[in-house]
């Protein structure tokens, strides 16, 4: 158990729909960051919240946007769905980066398996 | 787009055999982890090792870096039935890139499904 939690675990939506996903950190990180898995790859890296702003976007459309809340929980929203946005989302929580040469083990959360019809 | 690439994409074993996987990356690095995950869930940080380490250990597991060669490789002695999952190399190299960053954003590839069989 990572202290990370992830709602709903399954959602099922169809094209052209919005959907909100949510993710509890672990106490006291105050960045989180979102992840795309699609069935049998890796994660990719959609975006990171730090202290309630976007700070550091991956290769995602606009229509994917997110928010993180002063008690440092945080959501995904994603607008107009598409059948490729099929995929299990990740959160992952962390510390404060403190430089390159520093490391904050980022700590993951379930998933929430989303499937697009 | 993937960082890494994963060699081999899949791998069965008896238990009790060592299992081997590599990844190679593409561009300059700070750590690279290694992750596991059961199941399509959740992912396990495993083990890190960082760009000017060349070999790390971590119980059953060993890893090493080659940064000439931009490849690492995964060990897992006397594997267990339970150490059936899809493993994952990360890289965090985008520090220089996000000033602001609180936690370096992560690099996957694409993983390498290990089955132990019993």
């Known amino acids: 158990e990572t202290g990370v939690t992830q709602s709903p675990t399954h959602l099922i939506k169809t094209r052209g729909q919005q959907v909100t996903l949510r993710c509890s950190s672990q106490s006291g990180h105050n960045t989180v960051s979102w992840y795309q898995q699609a069935l049998g790859q890796g994660p990719q890296f959609i975006f990171q919240y730090y202290r309630e702003e976007e700070n550091g976007r991956g290769n995602f459309p606009p229509r994917f946007s997110g928010l993180q809340f002063p008690n440092y929980s945080s959501e995904l929203n994603v607008n107009a769905l598409e059948l490729d946005d099929s995929a299990l989302y990740l959160c992952?929580?962390?510390?404060?980066?403190?430089?390159?040469?520093?490391?904050?083990?980022?700590?993951f959360g379930p998933g929430t398996r989303l499937t697009v019809l | 787009s993937q960082q890494g690439e994963e060699d081999p994409q899949a791998l069965s074993i008896q238990e009790g055999e060592n299992a081997t996987m590599n990844c190679s990356y593409k561009?300059?690095?700070?750590?690279l982890q290694w992750y596991r995950q059961n199941s399509g869930r959740g992912l396990v940080h495993l083990i890190l090792?960082?760009?000017?380490?060349r070999e790390k250990h971590s119980g059953r597991l060993r890893v090493t870096l080659d940064t000439s060669k931009k490849s690492s490789s995964l060990l897992i002695t006397a594997s267990r039935a339970a150490d059936t999952a899809s493993y994952f190399c990360a890289t965090d190299g985008g520090g220089l890139l996000m000033i602001k960053a609180a936690g370096n954003k992560l690099t996957f590839g694409g993983g390498t499904r290990v089955l132990v069989k019993p």
């Open positions: 561009t300059s690095i700070n750590n």
């Open positions: 090792i960082r760009s000017n380490e």
């Open positions: 992952a929580s962390s510390l404060e980066w403190k430089g390159v040469s520093s490391y904050n083990e980022q700590f």
